[in-house]
Structures are given as structure tokens and as C-alpha cells.
């Protein structure tokens, strides 16, 4: 994984965020605010401006840049959670490149970083039921083999949402109503990784 190809990445979560805004939304006005996707879109819109003209010296710049352009630019809980995702992984990665080792350890300490700021757990129905499994199946082999496993995960745990009462976020408010109803943030987290995917496929 260089900084070309994590371009490659944003810019392709980008793309994924604009095809499937609507979908967020219908999801997020189940048992949200009904912003999630117009939020997704604008957030990841304003990272591939913001990376166009960035020169980045290694891949932790790129994702640095964007988790700050999210948390400036996305409204609701969504831009603070992923932005510190983004930013808290990018500062493990000082060097050009990274490999599925690396980017592994560094996707890990982002998620660490954003259960902290979130206080999100595994079964709470957040973007933690894909992000964690997604993680957890993201090994230290070549990064398009690993990228597959996580993507895999994440959908599988995006799904897992759906039978869940929410106890975090705007959805909990709703109590056993929320109970039937996919996660948009899980959906969103499936999305950031299949597009890894697509980036790193030979």
C-alpha cells in the first residue's frame, strides 16, 4: 500500500458513498436522522478535494488529511467517529508504504481510537459491528487477500445488525423499534472496506 493507492481508496469510498446515498438514508430514516448518506457523501466528496492538491509523503498523511477534511466537513456523529478512525490509524504510518501487517495494526488503533470517543461495543448496533470483525479478519498476509477477508467480515457483520436492539446513537432512542432495521453506520464501515478491495484487486 503506497500514498497512490490510498488515494485510489478514498477516492473509490467516495464513488461508493455517492452511489449508495440514498440507500443510507433509507436505512438512517428507519432509525436515525435520515443524514447519513447525504453526510457520507458530502464528507468523502470534500476528501477528494482536499487530497487533489496534498502532497502526502507517506500513507499516514493521506489518511491524516482524511479524517481532518471528515471531521470539518460531516455532520452528526459520523464525521467525528470516522475522522478519528481515519486520523488515529494514519499517525502509525510513517513510512512511504505499509503492508497488510501494518495497515492492519494501524486500522486497528483507529477503531480503538474511535470506541474511545464513541464508547461503542460489539452488539450495540453501530459502525463497531463491522468495523471489529472486518479487523479481526484483516491478517498480516499480502493486503488485496487481506483487504477480501475484511470487506467479507464487515458485510457479515453489517447484516448481523439488522436482528439487534440499538443501545448507542439516535437509533437506541427507539428502543425495541430499532430491532429489524439494518445500521446505516455498519453499512457505511462494510462500504469503506469493499472499496479497499476494488483498489488493491490486480
Known amino acids: 500500500m503506497d500514498t497512490h493507492l ?37 464528507g468523502f466528496t470534500a476528501v477528494v478535494a482536499a487530497l487533489d492538491d496534498y502532497e502526502a509523503e507517506n500513507v499516514g498523511d493521506v489518511l491524516v488529511k482524511t479524517g481532518t477534511t471528515l ?66 479478519a484483516f ?14 467480515a464487515a458485510e457479515a457483520g453489517m447484516r448481523g445488525t439488522i436482528p439487534m436492539q440499538a443501545r448507542k446513537g439516535r437509533a437506541s432512542y427507539l428502543g425495541a423499534r430499532s430491532v429489524g432495521h439494518q445500521d446505516p453506520g455498519a453499512t457505511s464501515a462494510a462500504l469503506i472496506f469493499r472499496a479497499l478491495v476494488e483498489v488493491l484487486q490486480p
Do not use: C
Open 6 to 42: 490510498t488515494r485510489l481508496w478514498m477516492r473509490a469510498v467516495a464513488t461508493a458513498m455517492d452511489l449508495h446515498k440514498d440507500r443510507l438514508t433509507q436505512l438512517d430514516s428507519a432509525i436515525g436522522d435520515a443524514d447519513h448518506g447525504v453526510n457520507m457523501q458530502r
Open 139 to 152: 491478517d498480516s498476509e499480502a493486503p488485496a487477500a487481506a483487504a477480501a477477508k475484511a470487506a467479507d
Open 71 to 136: 471531521i470539518s466537513s460531516v455532520g452528526g456523529a459520523a464525521g467525528p467517529l470516522y475522522g478519528t478512525f481515519f486520523r488515529t490509524a494514519g499517525k502509525q504510518l510513517t513510512a512511504p508504504t505499509a503492508d497488510g501487517g501494518e495497515l492492519a495494526s494501524a486500522l486497528g488503533a483507529g477503531l480503538r481510537g474511535l470506541q474511545k470517543l464513541g464508547a461503542a461495543v460489539p452488539g450495540d448496533k453501530t459502525m463497531v459491528d463491522a468495523l471489529m470483525p472486518a479487523l479481526a
